[in-house]
């Protein structure tokens, strides 16, 4: 899957969160890629060109002090052809800005990520656009049972609660950028998509599931590329997505997070970056990193086309690992952790794929590998 292809096309500059994805897809356009994330895991490594450690930590986020002299010694003598920006900067508009004064910024701005991340623009928005949106307020609600409160800018479902816990909490200290939207039941969908600026196409659509903890009941479980969807639909979407894409100047991949109840769908958030579901999209006869290159320079671009459906699923540790075994990793995993590792409950181990001729079988096909591959791990904790 994450196979080296013929380094043609010079360097990329990729600053994530969590770069293998990226790197991976950088390399099935042929491209060679020099990763800085918090992880550096031994597959991220093996498919960079050169990797380095992001300045900074998961609990504090990125050090955009420290940021740009990290780049400049990554990228070295090499010239690269553009930065990729992944998770981690929705919340840092101002060093994104920073960075494309230094490196040619292959994504958006800081502004159309002000814009894009502000829930009460993203309301107005929607509300001018008539795209159906939850409600949303700043202040702490009546009724918090029927309610979550968010991050602005949080991104992975890990910042998200239930407000009906949190209010009191809140009522007392105000935290800044946290705020309220009301909660919508249904099934969660994601459309990963391409803008231009003026209008967005759709790569393709994923129903996506959670993987609950005790302090984070939203943190992101998994996604599974659907097959099919209907055309009606997606054409509605679509045009919600073109709308907000014209208002904000979004470019390149960015994804939707909708939620679809008995009424219809309803737009929760948009991801102004390459998502987490780049791995089960993209293609090597239609590279999605290509497409994100091109249409941020402004150029036409080609999107992959599927005929099966495709998973991915992070595990995590369900209980402290105080050092962490060797495994002989199966090639349908990412993001291996490495032996002697010290795990705390929560920590995500590892990333799984699975592909079939459906989405509800591949589904079921990925929690089984997951659970077998899990008790190799659980046997041998201390």
Known sequence: MHARLPNNAGTLLIAAI?????????????YRPLVADFFSDTDTVVLAERATMLPGDLQGGIDGLRIIETLRQLAGDDQPVAIILGSGFERMTETVDEIARHFPLAGNSGAAIRRIKDP???AADCAELGIPHPQFRWDPPPDPENWVVKTAGGAGGAHIRRAAGETPILQCQAPSGRYFQRFVAGRSISALFVGDGQSADIVGFSQQ???????APYRYGGAVRLRRFDRRQAAMIRGWLSGLARRAGLVGLCSADLIRGPDGYKLIEINPRPGATIDIFDDADAPLIEAHLR????????????VDSMASMVTYAAAPIARFPSIAWPEWTADHQSPGTHLIAGDPVCTIFAR??????????????????????EGDRT
Request: net charge positive; no cysteine; glycine share 8%.
């Open 295 to 306: 249409a941020a320079a402004g150029k036409a671009y080609r999107l992959p086309r599927f």
């Open 18 to 30: 969590s770069g293998r994805a990226l790197a991976a897809a950088a390399r099935r356009a042929g």
């Open 120 to 122: 009460q623009l993203l």
């Open 209 to 215: 599931w959670a993987s609950p903890a005790p302090a």
């Open 356 to 377: 079939g001729p459906s989405a509800d079988l591949t589904r079921r096909l990925i929690k089984g590998q997951a659970s077998r591959l899990q008790h190799q791990w």
